[in-house]
């Protein structure tokens, strides 16, 4: 297997290609957000990077700049929709037991809605 095969699979990176639609809400030369198609909450955003990383836990020195990158992103749109005072949940599921099923990192914003604690 090459290493392109991976990210020839991947759901998101057919998405940065623009090869799958979706609702894009901003993007740059290091990440992409747009809606989740299955939304859990009033604001439903999943920010990426536009390289491919597969999980949190695949994260490698010298990714501490996209992530934080990344973080910006989230606190601009979380901005925009209003979000700052009420509040917001950011998720990032890595691996199978915390639920992750699309394999390219995703950083879900929600809003718009109050959240439980602990989560399920
Ligand atoms: P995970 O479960 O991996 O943390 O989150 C994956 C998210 O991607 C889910 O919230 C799911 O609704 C979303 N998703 C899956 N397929 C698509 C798609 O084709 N387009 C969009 N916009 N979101 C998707
Ligand atoms: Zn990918």
Known sequence: MTEAQ????CLFCKIIQ????????????RALAFADISPQAPTHLLIIPKRHISRLAD???GDEELMAHLFVVVQKLA?????????????INSGEDAGQTVFHL??????????EWPPG
């Open 79 to 91: 901005k925009e929709n209003g979000l700052l005072e009420s509040g917001f949940r950011t998720v």
């Open 18 to 29: 623009k090869k799958i639609p979706s609702l894009i809400v901003y993007e740059d030369d």
């Open 6 to 9: 991976p990210e020839a699979a």
């Open 59 to 61: 994260l490698q020195s």
């Open 106 to 115: 995703h950083v879900h914003l929600m809003g718009g809605r109050v959240f």
